[in-house]
């Protein structure tokens, strides 16, 4: 295929298998358990993950991945040379996309859902994400623990050490709650004597401003922007906790076993929630779940969360014995 190429040379002989999952943080952190299940039973290979390249530092943290293929969707061919790759795994979904980018590779192991083509599990809806890859993943012979969320600390200091990390951003509008209500939240915990600090993307900079003034705490406070994803990383890894919508810091959070108080609006509970046994309260009232995942308004079910929900889960988590 004209363009294409092979992985990058690294002196590394070993067969590869590719495991495509060209999405974001929050998926990548529930396919965590998959990834470490791929590399014990198959401990001479090289295990390459197929994502959006911006999500490298933290594939790094990943033990079990040995490099990071860029791939920032499915809309171009896997930029790799037919034959190169011995096994590839689909923990992207079960669509004909992910499994026509999967078989133009000519991999002579196919490991997915069962499909035309494909030897495998039936797809299952409505399990949890963490569930669903690590069910893929031992359905063919790779016995995976959901509960296998490891990641490495990041080498990168934390900026705030244990800091009450208040993400203010989501990437789609159905997942934002309003500005006027984290600043309620912060101006609480504040007076509860924690450090609080605002995190989100560069994109999500002013919302964070605009929190943190309406809370009345400074500008310094505003993380928003300025923190790599390594960085953004060890912070989670430090805080005491972190209040956040149903995004990456919230996934981070499970897998460092930092409390957390995770509000969630589109996304079923059941499906991409924290560990049941973690230090983590979820907020959320499903009755009220219009479900749209991309919409630019927030569903009702984050809306139906108050700010007294909020710094009441905080308080209990605070209580907790350590």
């Not at 993400?167 to 004597?193: C, I, K, M, N």
Request: aromatic share 4%; with cysteine; proline share 10%.
């Amino acid at each position: 295929m004209v363009g294409c190429m092979q992985l990058p040379p690294t002196g590394d002989d070993r067969p590869v298998v590719l495991a495509l999952r060209a999405l974001k943080l929050g998926d990548l952190l529930v396919a965590v358990p998959a990834l470490h299940a791929i590399k014990r039973a198959r401990p001479d290979h090289r295990l390459v993950y197929a994502a959006p390249g911006w999500l490298r530092p933290i594939v790094s943290l990943v033990d079990s991945v040995d490099d990071l293929l860029p791939t920032p969707g499915l809309d171009d061919p896997l930029d790799l040379e037919p034959g190169s790759v011995e096994t590839v795994v689909n923990l992207h979904g079960n669509g004909p996309e992910s499994r026509g980018a999967l078989e133009r590779l000519r991999a002579p192991v196919r490991l997915g859902h069962h499909a035309p083509g494909w030897d495998g599990p039936e797809w299952l809806d409505g399990i949890h994400e963490r569930d669903r890859w690590a069910r893929l993943v031992s359905a063919h012979g790779m016995p995976a623990d959901p509960l296998d969320m490891r990641l490495r600390v990041p080498a990168v200091r934390p900026v705030v050490p244990n800091a009450t990390v208040v993400h203010v951003g989501a990437f789609y509008g159905s997942r934002q709650w309003p500005v006027t209500r984290f600043a309620e939240v912060a101006r609480a915990l504040t007076e509860d004597g924690q450090r609080v600090v605002f995190t989100g993307s560069a994109a999500e900079a002013a919302r964070a401003r605009e929190v943190a003034a309406l809370s009345g705490l400074p500008d310094e406070t505003v993380l928003a922007g300025r923190l790599e994803l390594d960085g953004f990383a060890s912070l989670i890894a430090a805080a005491a906790l972190v209040v956040s919508a149903d995004t990456g810091a919230a996934h981070l959070a499970s897998a460092y076993r930092v409390p957390s108080v995770v509000l969630f609006g589109p996304a079923p509970v059941e499906e991409w929630g924290p560990p049941a046994d973690g230090p983590h309260i979820v907020l959320t009232d499903a009755t009220l779940r219009r479900g749209d995942t991309f919409g630019s308004e927030p569903d009702p079910a984050i809306l139906a969360v108050t700010p007294a929900d909020v710094v009441s889960a905080a308080r209990s988590l605070a209580s907790r014995p350590v």
